[in-house]
């Protein structure tokens, strides 16, 4: 595992809102992340192991966190694979009408 790797959690575990306001956004909020979700690697600490992970909410909308981080073991992970991403539309593409 490294930074950037998707990986899915095995158990729920807990971590914190992040988003740009405490009061209007929920930012540092408890919040749990639920088993089998898919995190990005966001850093691993080299003395203890523990891998920091961040799972983007879905539900985001104007007044909520963007997404959760959270700290966990790295046995309480798998393996995930990188979400696909739609095709980018090429700039100056016609459009039919």
Not at 52 to 70: C, I, M, N, W
Request: hydrophobic content about 30%; proline content about 12%; overall charge negative.
């Amino acid at each position: 595992m490294k930074p950037g790797d998707y990986v899915r959690t095995c158990e729920p575990a807990m971590g914190f809102a992040q988003g740009p306001h405490r009061d209007q956004h929920g930012d540092g909020q408890p919040r749990e992340i639920p088993a089998g979700a898919l995190c990005e690697i966001f850093s691993i600490n080299r003395a203890t192991g523990w891998v920091t992970v961040h799972f983007d909410l879905d539900d985001s909308g104007q007044k909520e966190p963007y997404r959760v981080e959270a700290i966990v073991e790295p046995d309480m992970l798998t393996m995930g694979t990188r979400p696909s991403l739609p095709p980018m539309i090429p700039e100056g593409a016609e459009f039919p009408e």
